[in-house]
């Protein structure tokens, strides 16, 4: 009788304790969606700035490559090209937010179609806003060769560091924008979920260029589900087949997925593009401003004697 008793008061107990979590995290989602819905510019902003103030600091204090550059100089072309990313996205805004209201207006899309909970969209969401406006567009822009005159300005960079991931032509950020809109209109995503998708994707961007140094066994750990320096930095070789890997942007599997992942020993990269390794040219903005407008450039076949693997 008093084993009964027990039993149940336990149960009770027990089920006391998973309803107050359950009801805790539902608060914690709608906090959430509420937030991201009407996240202010400024929050935004901050978040850039932060995740970018961030992972300097650690870059100092715990570097993969001593890089031997003037990081003054290097940021301050990369920060310009941040500012016309900005300015793009500012002027295209409400494209996004009519796109974001259409869908939802009237229920068009993936996650409109399907009944689930505001956990389900949010994971689903996520995911395929990823594989649609990062991975995909990615994918097509090393692959399209008047694409590629845009992206290769991303390229060009000889001393990636965590400022490298906002390094991006004004044509690059149409090019992104237009796709960010296709994915919003197919997945059906809510304003709050491209704003949290947006927010998510700048941190493991600045996050997956940082010149630091992970323990092997955090790397792994964190890869099981997102891109790590380790793995993104190698897409950043100068010379293809490499530069054609390892395309995620902030989960890893889209790669191993679709038979793009590569894993060489990072120490061996030199960074940059065969097609444009001078400083005057991958250290001058009017340069790289005119890439897209200037004959292509074949890329250079790769020798078998400089295989990482």
Known sequence: MIFQYST??????????????????????????????NIPSLHRTLILVGGLTLFSLIESAVPLFSLKYSRLRHAGINLF????????????????????????ANEFGIIQWLTLPLWGQLILGILLLDLIGAY?????????????????VHHTDQN?????????HPGESVIRFVFAIIATIIVGA??????????????LSQFNHANITLPKWLDQAILLIFCTPNMHRVHHHYRIPYSDSNYGN?????DKIFGTYKKVDNTRLVYG??????EAEAGNIGMMLKIPFIPYRSKIEYAESENLE
């Open 8 to 37: 149940k008061c336990f149960l009770i107990l027990s089920l006391n304790t998973s309803a107050r979590l359950i009801f805790k995290l539902i608060i914690m989602l709608d906090t959430i969606i509420q937030y991201f819905e």
């Open 136 to 152: 995909i567009v990615h994918y097509i822009e090393h692959h399209v060769t008047w694409m590629w005159k845009f992206h290769v």
């Open 160 to 168: 990636v560091d965590t400022t490298t991931a906002n390094r991006h």
């Open 190 to 203: 809510p304003m709050w979920l491209v704003f949290l998708y947006q927010s998510m994707s700048v941190v």
């Open 81 to 104: 090209f941040t500012l016309t990313t900005i300015i793009v996205n500012f002027v295209l805004a409400f494209l996004l937010v009519k796109s974001s209201d259409w869908v939802v």
């Open 273 to 278: 593009c065969d097609t444009y390794m001078g």
């Open 250 to 254: 902030i989960f890893s599997f889209w």
